[in-house]
């Protein structure tokens, strides 16, 4: 009875150990993407990206996506956004599936000096996962709140550098609302004759969780406008 017992606990602790090494507390990643964008007329402007983002020591795909949006100039303060995004997302510690998204944004921005500025944007989004497939079944969707602020400096003609933090509030089926992410980017925006290259490293860091995971990756985007 004792060694049953005493191998009981054993395999209790050894599937404890495991199921704490499935999940990554700390990695490091890559996002790197290409957007186009496109004047339509003073206030109306719209954009194509494509992005990859990889994790495990940017040895593993982590999930790509495409994301055709669109922005409308209120004033000189005031815009309005919209985004459809498809994400093909393998899943660092389940089960591949494909992610379809909508966004809606309220930005602002202002000058607080010469060259400095204050950008702010409070996004809803709301993901579905299989949605063409899986979803009448399945009912898998969630939505979050983000609220984005960015301080940019205007170095010269070519540097914009800037910093910015945002805040993740998820919302999911039978659970209460609640804060699960925040992100950090230091970057710069360098503008050549080729385009506009996107250069920042970022930290996210899970909260509210019992093994919340730290994120480190540097991130690039080539932009063109058409």
Known sequence: MKKANITLLLLIFCNTLFSQQIKVVRDIGFWGGINLEKELSDDIEINFEQQ????????????????LGAKYKINK???????????????????????????LDLRYKGKLAS?????????????????????????????????????????????????????????????????????????????SKIGTFNCSLGYEQEINTNYPTSFYFFKTVYTLKL
């Open 77 to 103: 303060n005031f815009g309005l956004g919209a985004n459809v995004r498809f994400t093909h997302n393998e899943k660092r510690w389940r089960e591949a599936d494909n992610e379809y998204r909508y966004n």
């Open 52 to 67: 990859i983002r990889m994790y495990n020591n940017v040895s593993k795909v982590d999930d790509y996506f495409f994301d």
């Open 115 to 191: 060259k400095l500025k204050l950008h702010y944007r409070i996004r809803y989004q709301q993901e579905f996962v299989d949605l063409l497939f899986k979803y009448k079944t399945t009912k898998n969707y969630h939505s979050s709140v983000r609220n984005k602020i960015e301080l940019e400096y205007k170095a010269n003609e070519k540097n914009e550098f800037y910093i910015s933090g945002e805040l993740f509030r998820l919302i999911e089926s039978y659970k209460a609302p609640y804060f699960n992410k925040i992100r950090y980017f230091i970057g710069d925006k360098f503008k």
